[in-house]
């Protein structure tokens, strides 16, 4: 027996020194790798800011609830806990943790409350396991949405600037080495394989007080003439930055749970129609540019009706004779045809081309539409009548902002831009700085008693605009009877422009739906809060006589 205690106690003692000597080591080296595990480690995705260095979109860091359902042990009364604090329901949770059995993850709650978190967290349940991660979060909601647009649950860019941008936001995903213990519970942060790299920064032109009212503004219209969607686009006159840019309806991308159908895109953008009157003054720009036209030169429009290769060309009403400043204030077609008509095609494409209709604005934004300009060499003469009145010709609303910079910016055409103080290219000359002026003075007589937008007038600046009704399209060819876009494009203060503004309301079914009547009035209220903003000085004494007399003219 005492033989048998030495031979156990030896044998003993011979398997401690190789255990604790021997293969120390290699035993250790065994052990870590099952405790040692290497773990992601988000990176913090980069601040969207305005022009001020206000913030649009930022993320904040946050818990993700995931459980390993081997190991996971709860009573029904804890489960029913676990539930609620989850925000799901109890036979949904249980389903999913049985279902998920023969796995050894599944995530239970992505993204919580941090609070929410440590509750769940101090029920100490066996298999339960927390993960940081980081919410993009949207401060200014519904304003910027379709600018900024919004990521997935992987903090991936899906729509906007947030996909336009998103390896430049999203930064790269480090890797950190740590122990776990028995119940796999991080106890120690062992090294930094690889840190997390932080995305960078955007900072955008958006100046988030002129986008507020904007959207403000455009949304009270569109619902006021119980109009389908609106888009408005306010442009620096001289750097093509963009300054303000909504749509209606919009969304809030801090609760994409409620978002439908295709409410994300951004119209301004993505979406074109024909213009309408709003093209008349490139058709006049071009016959002065080419020295054929000039701004007194007198055009006879009676009887107000004109036949084109078959087709009619009328006015609402026979205007008799008026010279081309006069066609412009009273939205002649009859007068903008004759115009047209005296114009070589290929000039006349040339000069619109140039402009850059047909062409992508070049923004990066995802779904941009370059519109829709026909070859010259395809056209007959209702084709070139057509597109001096803005028909057969297509646009988006951010297209035609930057087309009139052109006449803001005495014939220079800047590139646009989100980003500020991006433009590095220098600006294309689109037409004489005389052309140019000769249109912004014409364009002035519209925004007044005899022209069409009376209601565009902004006390103490000179405006310059021009108004568009242009009947809708229908899908099976044609137009639609009662379906119209309402439009105004214009400038201020028309002595120096320092703004240009697209107000688009697409069918307005309240009653009114002339440009001068819908469009018109947003432009006034949106232009008189972003000039006093930004500190322009007024080039005109107030005149609120006028505004008092305005009518719902075309």
């Known amino acids: 027996m005492l033989a048998l205690l030495f031979v156990a106690m030896v044998t003993l003692i011979c398997r401690s020194v190789e255990l604790q000597v021997i293969d120390r080591q290699f035993l250790q080296h065994q052990g870590d790798l099952r405790h040692i595990n290497v773990v992601s480690v988000p990176a913090n995705r980069g601040k969207v800011l305005d022009r001020q260095g206000e913030l649009l979109a930022l993320s904040t860091p946050v818990k993700s609830i995931a459980v390993n359902p081997k190991e996971f042990e709860a009573s029904p009364q804890q489960l029913k806990e676990l539930a609620g604090l989850l925000g799901l329901d109890y036979q949904?949770?249980?389903?999913?943790v049985s279902y998920a059995s023969g796995r050894t993850f599944v995530y239970l709650k992505r993204r919580m409350d941090p609070a929410v978190a440590e509750q769940v967290k101090a029920m100490d349940l066996p298999g339960v396991y927390f993960e940081r991660e980081f919410r993009r979060?949207?401060?200014?909601?519904?304003?910027a949405s379709h600018i900024l647009g919004f990521t997935n649950i992987d903090d991936n860019g899906q729509e906007g600037l947030e996909l336009a941008y998103n390896k430049w936001l999203r930064g790269a995903t480090g890797q950190r080495r740590v122990i776990r213990d028995g119940k796999q519970r991080i106890i120690e942060d062992v090294e930094d394989?690889?840190?997390?790299?932080p995305g960078k920064d955007l900072v955008l032109s958006i100046d988030q007080r002129l986008q507020y009212l904007a959207y403000r503004e455009l949304k009270s219209s569109v619902l006021r003439h119980n109009a389908k969607a609106g888009s408005l686009v306010l442009l620096d006159a001289k750097s093509g930055e963009i300054m303000a840019m909504v749509n209606q309806p919009s969304f809030n991308p801090n609760n994409r749970k409620e978002v439908q159908g295709s409410v994300t895109r951004n119209r301004a953008?993505?979406?074109?129609?024909?213009?309408?009157?709003?093209?008349?003054?490139?058709?006049?720009?071009c016959a002065l540019e080419l020295g054929m036209f000039r701004p007194d030169t007198m055009i006879d429009t009676n009887p107000g009706t004109m036949m084109v290769a078959g087709n009619v060309v009328r006015d609402i009403h026979n205007y008799g004779v008026l010279d081309v400043a006069h066609v412009l204030q009273k939205s002649s077609n009859v007068g903008v045809t004759k115009i047209a008509l005296s114009l070589p095609a290929d000039r006349l494409w040339g000069f619109?081309?140039?402009?850059?209709?047909?062409?992508f604005v070049g923004l990066g934004f995802p779904g941009e539409s370059a519109g829709r300009l026909r070859d010259y060499k395809h056209w007959g003469q209702f084709e070139q009548a057509t597109l001096s009145f803005g028909y057969g010709v297509s646009t988006s609303t951010l297209q035609l902002a930057r087309a009139y910079t052109a006449i803001a910016n005495n014939g220079m055409l800047p590139h646009v831009s989100l980003l500020k103080a991006e433009n590095k290219d220098p600006p294309q000359r689109a037409m004489s700085s005389e052309t140019a002026l000769k249109v912004r003075t014409m364009l002035e007589q519209v925004v007044s008693r005899e022209g069409t937008a009376l209601r565009a007038s902004v006390s103490g600046y000179r405006v310059a605009g021009k108004t568009g009704t242009v009947k809708k399209s229908a899908a099976t060819g044609g137009y639609t009877e009662g379906s119209y876009l309402s439009l105004f494009v214009g400038m201020a203060p028309a002595s120096d422009p320092k703004l240009v503004m697209v107000v688009m309301i697409d069918e307005p079914s309240a009653g009114e739906y002339y440009g001068g009547s819908v469009a018109a009035p947003v432009f006034s209220t949106v232009m008189s809060g972003a000039l006093r903003l930004l500190n322009v000085a007024p080039d005109q004494q107030e005149n609120a006589q006028l505004l008092e007399q305005s009518e719902g003219t075309i």
């Open 92 to 96: 949904h949770l249980l389903a999913r």
């Open 137 to 143: 979060y949207y401060p200014v909601g519904e304003v």
């Open 193 to 197: 394989v690889r840190p997390s790299v």
């Open 269 to 285: 953008v993505t979406d074109s129609f024909e213009p309408g009157s709003v093209m008349k003054p490139f058709a006049v720009a």
């Open 352 to 359: 619109v081309s140039g402009l850059g209709f047909g062409e």
